[in-house]
């Protein structure tokens, strides 16, 4: 892995991917239901305007609108069956929440996020369904890096303070 595609990976984890596994605190306090989504069908060098600056596969922000419109600003947009049955519970589970407030239908239950499932998400794939837990891997890193004592989103050390009894 190239250090331009750990940069993608780690961008990632702080800036979207964060908020998804954070917002436990919410769920007490929220007016409407929260109904998370993760979109997996990968293209290679699928943004045109990220191509240059990094190669990486995956889904990105803004992945969906071809599948919702047909047509993609980015690259061309050919569909093969996978993208179909893919485009096809984007559509219905959109279409449904925009109809309805939920977008859980006979095909494609879809529970919303509680306390006691914070991390349950619809997981779009050409064969798409509800999961529970979210980037358990990205999740395992983050954890393993707390027992360091360097910061690495900040870039230094972590300061510790020496406690009464250690002295």
């Known amino acids: 892995m190239t250090k ?12 979207d991917n ?8 919410l769920f007490d306090s929220r007016e409407a239901e929260i109904h998370d989504f993760e979109e ?7 943004i045109y305007s990220l191509r240059f600056w990094a190669d990486f ?4 922000h803004l992945h969906e609108y071809p599948y919702m419109f047909g047509v993609s600003p980015f690259y061309d947009f050919v ?15 959109f279409t449904h929440f925009a109809k309805y407030g939920t977008p859980s239908t006979e095909e494609y239950p879809w529970e919303p996020v509680t306390a006691e499932h914070p991390l349950r998400h619809m997981r779009f794939r050409p064969e798409s369904k509800v999961q529970e837990g979210f ?21 230094v050390r972590r300061s510790h303070q020496t406690g009464k009894d250690e002295l």
């Open 4 to 15: 331009r595609c750990c940069t993608v990976k780690i961008s990632s984890d702080e800036d």
């Open 18 to 25: 964060g908020s998804a596994c954070s917002d436990g605190d």
């Open 40 to 46: 997996e069908q990968h293209r290679q060098r699928n």
């Open 57 to 60: 596969e995956g889904a990105t």
């Open 79 to 93: 569909v093969n069956e996978d993208e179909l049955k893919l485009q096809r519970a984007i559509l219905e589970t």
């Open 135 to 155: 980037l358990e891997e990205n999740i395992a890193f983050w954890e393993l890096m707390n027992e360091y004592d360097y910061d690495i989103i900040r870039g």
